[in-house]
């Protein structure tokens, strides 16, 4: 194998992660919706962090959302823990709906249980005074 041939491979293996990411395309970023629901599951792991949300449907039942969140060191910096949300948490999300009306989207923004608002991108929490 040529050394051209090798490097060309070593640099194909090295983007593939850029290759792999998706865009945000498939939501409607032009569109906000609000839930309350109950935490199903929390998926903590790269390469971004997923809820899982019971939402009552109005009839009923309850309908299984998938929320995209952002990547956990994104949003470690800015105030989530793995151990923020725990299923039967209530939540009130909202977030960018998929354009395929599927039970997804991509958050904007979640309420936790103790009141406090986080979402990806946000503000990082305040700084505690050394004391």
Excluded: Y
């Excluded at 299984?64 to 209530?90: C, F, N, Q, V, Y």
């Excluded at 009130?92 to 997804?104: D, L």
Aim: aromatic share 6%; glycine share 12%; with cysteine.
């Amino acid at each position: 194998m040529k050394l051209s041939s090798l490097c060309l491979a070593a640099v194909l293996f090295a983007t593939q992660p850029a290759f792999a990411h998706h865009s945000f395309a498939l939501f409607d970023l032009t569109k906000e919706l609000t839930l309350v629901g109950t935490i199903k599951e929390v998926q903590f792991k790269n390469p971004h962090v997923w809820l899982q949300v019971m939402v009552p449907d109005g009839k009923g039942g309850q309908t299984e959302w998938s929320i995209e969140a952002g990547a956990p060191g994104m949003l470690l910096r800015t105030g989530w823990k793995p151990s923020t949300l725990k299923a039967g948490d209530t939540v009130t999300i909202v977030t960018h709906p998929a354009r395929s009306g599927e039970p997804n989207g991509s958050l904007m923004r979640v309420t936790i249980p103790d009141g406090r608002t986080l979402g990806p991108g946000g503000p990082p929490p305040a700084l505690k005074a050394p004391g």
